[in-house]
């Protein structure tokens, strides 16, 4: 019988002929392989379930739409039975987020098929994935609509806010991994068929709903996730009209708007959780660049009139990350030692700008947290899906 460590030799000298070019996807292989092929295994023994498997008295939608309550409200002490108040930065524990924990669970479902398929090349993950795909995108059953209608509700004010549309970031990693695994024999044509259908019919619904234009012109980190994610489902769906959009938002809107000189999100950076909340903006920021930068068109590169560039971004933030200590502002009212984690915009921009330390940062750092907000806040869990491999 061939050991595990002779396997893993195998397959590393297979990918390391195959993309000898790319030192970052080989890196980033090397550090995660072990966890990719345990995470997988897991993956493999889930079974599917939906946002039709909970429900909430107070949603406003029906069982296949998505629901969630706006984190940061709260009972009025002073009117219990009356509109929520809001209390920046404080989790409410008692909000109803279960729809939000089964779209993270399947987003890491999936993300792990992924991941597995693309360092071993076997069917069964394919396989597993559409059983998972079929229940979320076809199944009339139980499939999800199209549409975040009633994501971050307030009870007393709300049914649904555009503010809810940042939860769909958690759908980019289920699109990147079908990406990864289109070209199996076990991807079956008519689940794929459905499942960009599905994701156009979002698109549609994100770019023209009002909930997804007041998302799109939201000054801080929801207008970058509006971006963010439009990017990532538009490169998906092969939607050029949209992917050029979002490319000239990222250099029209987001930089020019957010990114101040000394390469800060000073929107971010007044909250009462600026650490956690500038990491989650630069991630998001670097994501975009990630997924839409061409040779032709590189956003890593590219540099406002005034000199301001995602460069500058990652070099304010990364020594925060390196050593916390260093952080001048106050701790964060919540989750303030959960963080940081093996953020995305270290392996990003180490693979943009070379820079070892941004790399042996992210090496020594948490990959795969437990923690839910942290997840719900860490828009990339599966690097190797977004790693260039040409």
């Given at each position: 019988?061939?050991?595990?460590?002779l396997?893993?030799?195998?397959?590393?000298?297979?990918?390391?002929?195959?993309?000898?070019?790319?030192?970052?996807?080989?890196?980033?292989?090397?550090?995660?392989?072990?966890?990719?092929?345990?995470?997988?295994e897991?993956?493999?023994?889930?079974?599917?379930?939906?946002?039709?498997?909970?429900?909430?008295?107070?949603?406003?939608?029906?069982?296949?739409?998505?629901?969630?309550?706006?984190?940061?409200?709260?009972?009025?002490?002073?009117?219990?039975?009356?509109?929520?108040?809001?209390?920046?930065?404080?989790?409410?524990?008692?909000?109803?987020?279960?729809?939000?924990?089964?779209l993270?669970?399947?987003?890491?479902?999936?993300g792990?098929?992924?991941?597995?398929?693309?360092?071993?090349?076997?069917?069964?993950?394919?396989?597993?994935?559409?059983?998972?795909?079929?229940?979320?995108?076809?199944?009339?059953?139980?499939?999800?609509?199209?549409?975040?209608?009633?994501?971050?509700?307030?009870?007393g004010?709300?049914?649904?806010?555009?503010?809810?549309?940042?939860?769909?970031?958690?759908?980019?990693?289920?699109?990147?991994?079908?990406?990864?695994?289109?070209?199996?024999k076990?991807?079956?044509?008519?689940?794929?068929?459905?499942?960009?259908?599905?994701?156009?019919?979002?698109?549609?619904?994100?770019?023209?709903?009002?909930y997804?234009?007041?998302?799109?012109?939201?000054?801080?980190?929801h207008?970058?996730?509006?971006?963010?994610?439009?990017?990532?489902?538009?490169?998906?769906?092969?939607?050029?009209?949209?992917?050029?959009?979002?490319?000239?938002?990222?250099?029209?809107?987001?930089?020019?708007?957010?990114?101040?000189?000394?390469?800060?999100?000073?929107?971010?950076?007044?909250?009462?959780?600026p650490?956690?909340?500038?990491?989650?903006?630069?991630?998001?920021?670097?994501?975009?660049?990630?997924?839409?930068?061409?040779?032709?068109?590189?956003?890593?590169?590219?540099?406002?009139?005034?000199?301001?560039?995602?460069?500058?971004?990652?070099?304010?933030?990364?020594?925060?990350?390196?050593?916390?200590?260093?952080?001048?502002?106050?701790?964060?009212?919540?989750?303030?030692?959960?963080?940081?984690?093996?953020?995305?915009?270290?392996?990003?921009?180490?693979?943009?700008?070379?820079?070892?330390?941004?790399?042996?940062?992210?090496?020594?750092?948490?990959?795969?947290?437990?923690?839910?907000?942290?997840?719900?806040?860490?828009?990339?869990?599966?690097?190797?899906?977004?790693?260039?491999?040409?």
């Open positions: 019988m061939i050991k595990k460590g396997i893993i030799c195998l397959l590393t000298s297979i990918f390391t002929t195959s993309f000898a070019g790319d030192s970052t996807y080989l890196k980033c292989l090397a550090t995660l392989k072990d966890s990719i092929l345990s995470r997988g897991w993956a493999l023994k889930q079974s599917p379930f939906t946002v039709t498997s909970f429900h909430c008295t107070r949603s406003a939608g029906g069982k296949h739409d998505f629901y969630s309550e706006g984190d940061y409200w709260w009972p009025d002490p002073n009117n219990p039975d009356g509109p929520y108040i809001q209390r920046d930065g404080m989790t409410n524990p008692n909000n109803f987020v279960e729809d939000r924990k089964a993270i669970r399947f987003s890491q479902i999936m792990a098929l992924g991941s597995a398929y693309l360092l071993t090349h076997k069917d069964m993950y394919v396989k597993q994935a559409v059983t998972h795909l079929k229940a979320w995108f076809v199944d009339t059953a139980t499939l999800m609509n199209p549409s975040l209608l009633y994501a971050q509700a307030i009870k004010k709300a049914t649904g806010r555009g503010t809810g549309i940042i939860d769909m970031i958690q759908m980019m990693e289920v699109a990147k991994s079908v990406e990864a695994m289109e070209p199996s076990q991807m079956d044509a008519h689940i794929l068929a459905k499942v960009k259908q599905w994701f156009t019919d979002y698109l549609t619904w994100v770019t023209t709903h009002s997804g234009i007041d998302e799109r012109d939201a000054k801080n980190n207008g970058t996730c509006w971006v963010m994610q439009v990017a990532v489902f538009a490169k998906f769906t092969n939607n050029l009209p949209l992917i050029g959009y979002c490319k000239n938002r990222f250099k029209t809107v987001l930089l020019p708007n957010q990114l101040e000189k000394d390469g800060s999100f000073p929107l971010e950076m007044k909250r009462t959780k650490y956690g909340y500038s990491l989650f903006n630069l991630d998001a920021m670097t994501t975009i660049c990630q997924e839409l930068s061409t040779p032709e068109d590189n956003l890593w590169e590219y540099s406002l009139p005034d000199g301001r560039n995602m460069k500058q971004a990652v070099s304010f933030m990364a020594p925060f990350v390196a050593d916390k200590t260093k952080w001048s502002l106050k701790p964060d009212v919540m989750y303030w030692n959960e963080w940081p984690v093996a953020q995305p915009f270290l392996i990003f921009g180490y693979q943009a700008y070379h820079d070892n330390q941004l790399l042996q940062t992210w090496t020594t750092l948490n990959h795969y947290p437990n923690v839910e907000e942290v997840i719900r806040n860490l828009p990339v869990g599966n690097p190797l899906l977004w790693m260039s491999r040409e």
